[in-house]
């Protein structure tokens, strides 16, 4: 039987894949902000008022969902200005860095690698030190680091056993990882009792290639 739905990846770094169902429930979440001028009509959509036609008057405190921010983010106005939830902040940083494994990212940010690269679209002086733990391919990298060896072995270390409780702390990036080992896991424990014909890569590793092989080949 066929799926009736293919999951697709969310996106890389700054660009988001509207595609991907990861990738529009990350957009939904908000930032903290303040308005710079005054916003005509928006005071429903930013929960300011009851009427579509009212607008939200300068200097308002705002909590504004991530695709509208970007919407109205201009580095040249100064419409809207926003600053980074606090997981992303110093005192937060230098808990990742003392022991980034005791942290609850789903509590915290179920879209924390993703939701970290998107802050770099805006202008803000703490942008440096975010982007220091927020670059290259993966994002946050020094944090998943941390955190990526613990979760493979517990992906690997949990054969037919109750998981719930080893995910629960994860962002959702982590435990879709959690799901591919698990699942890399039972196919070799199916092959090696002779349950499969075959091993077959991931499909992460296949889109990898795909993606890799575009590139080489545009």
Aim: glycine share 8%; hydrophobic share 35%; net charge negative.
């Amino acid at each position: 039987m066929s799926e009736a739905y293919f999951p697709v990846g969310p996106g890389l770094g700054l660009e988001e894949n509207f595609l991907s169902l990861d990738d529009i429930l990350m957009s939904q979440e908000k930032l903290p902000g303040r308005a710079e001028s005054a916003l005509p009509r928006l005071a429903l959509a930013l929960g300011k008022g009851g009427g579509g036609a009212e607008s939200v008057p300068e200097g308002s405190k705002l909590e504004i969902p991530l695709w509208l921010a970007k919407g109205l983010h201009d580095s040249k106005r100064r419409i809207i200005s926003v600053e980074p939830p606090k997981i992303y902040k110093e005192a937060w940083r230098t808990v990742f860095s003392a022991d980034a494994n005791v942290v609850d990212l789903h509590k915290m940010g179920p879209y924390y690698y993703g939701f970290g690269s998107q802050l770099l679209n805006f202008d803000n002086p703490e942008n440096p030190e975010i982007a220091q733990t927020v670059s290259n391919c993966v994002y946050h990298l020094q944090t998943f680091i941390s955190r990526f060896r613990r979760i493979m072995d517990s992906s690997q270390n949990a054969y037919n056993e109750d998981t719930s409780a080893l995910v629960a702390r994860l962002d959702e990036l982590e435990r879709a990882l959690f799901q591919v080992g698990q699942k890399g896991l039972n196919d070799f424990q199916c092959w090696e009792k002779g349950q499969a014909s075959q091993i077959t890569a991931s499909s992460l590793v296949q889109n990898y290639g795909k993606r890799k092989f575009a590139e080489v080949d545009g």
